[in-house]
């Protein structure tokens, strides 16, 4: 973990406008992993789970804005963002060089359907990220209507290295330290990382996990319940259409802001 240097912050700062908030901390969990926290604007309200629009100027001040899961709950006095850095991307590249003090374009329009208000209730919610597809669950494993609304939650977070689960295992951690949680039983998450590339105790793409039936030997259950059983996906478009293949498989049906249904599921914007 460090910071980096950058050289946007002047011009950033130059062209501050209503909607560019300051830079309060970054961290880069590794060679293209980072994470950033960002003011909150005092009018700024958000469902946990929600993505929002953000950016930064271009060489010609022109804004590139990219849609960013917030990864922390809607009751934190700053917004926390996640990201994946890629090499010549417009905006990743330079956002990743960002450093504190320096100004972001934040957009106040947040949505998404990774919200508890798109589901069903039900007994169970399991999460299923991919990559930098953790992010909402971030936010959402830290909002206390989760406990409240759910027996069990199981957050599965399938990545490449080890390396790579650090961000959302800070954040798992990090839970104890909440106060609107101390009253809840956070023991009820049951978190399951699984590495497609290096050795592990769980390996390969949960997806293959499902069909094998091994994940569902770990969780200690027989299979997905429709009648019971709750889920939200975020990752890769391929991971999110091989999730709804195997949940609509179990008969669970798909849902929005609109119309709740038995899961929902949302791209992995950064990237
Ligand atoms: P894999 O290594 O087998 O491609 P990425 O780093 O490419 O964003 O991927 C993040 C993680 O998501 C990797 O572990 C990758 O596994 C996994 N993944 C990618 N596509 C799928 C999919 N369709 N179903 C399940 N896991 C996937």
């Known amino acids: 973990m460090h910071t980096l240097e950058n050289n946007f912050g002047s ?3 130059q062209n501050k406008t209503d909607e560019t908030v300051e830079v309060i901390s970054i961290t880069h ?47 934190d006095d700053t917004l926390l ?4 850095s890629v090499e010549n991307g417009p905006l990743t590249s330079m956002l990743s060089k960002i450093k504190k003090g ?27 990220a991919t990559g930098t597809g953790i992010a909402p669950f971030a936010s959402l494993i830290r909002d206390p ?12 977070h399938t990545c490449r290295a080890r390396e790579d689960l650090a961000f959302g295992q800070l ?17 009820k998450l049951k978190y399951f990382p699984t590495l497609t590339r290096e050795k592990f105790v769980n390996e390969g793409r949960i997806t293959d996990l499902i069909s094998s039936g091994a994940f569902f030997r770990d969780v200690g259950i027989l299979g997905f319940c429709s ?14 259409k091989d999730m709804k293949t195997l949940l609509s498989s179990a008969s669970l049906g798909e849902g929005s802001i609109n119309d709740p249904g038995d899961f929902v599921l949302e791209k992995a914007f950064a990237g």
Not at 171 to 186: H, N, P, T
Not at 227 to 240: E, H, P, Q, T
Request: glycine residues 6%; proline residues 5%.
């Open 29 to 75: 969990w590794t060679k293209n992993l980072f994470s950033f926290r960002l003011q909150r604007p005092k009018s700024f309200r958000f469902n946990s789970g929600e993505f929002v629009l953000l950016g930064l100027p271009d060489s010609t001040g022109k804004p590139i804005l990219r849609a960013y899961s917030i990864a922390s709950p809607n009751w």
């Open 227 to 240: 009648m019971s059983d709750r889920a939200m996906v975020c990752g890769s478009v391929d991971f999110n």
């Open 171 to 187: 954040v798992l951690a990090s839970r104890q330290k909440d106060c609107l949680l101390e009253d809840l039983d956070i023991k």
């Open 145 to 156: 209507l989760i406990y409240q609304n759910f027996n069990e939650i199981v957050l599965t």
């Open 11 to 13: 011009k950033i700062s």
């Open 102 to 128: 320096d100004g972001v374009i934040l957009k106040r329009k947040p949505t998404g359907t990774l919200v508890l208000n798109a589901l069903r209730p039900g007994k169970k919610l399991f999460l299923f």
């Open 81 to 84: 963002f996640y990201s994946i």
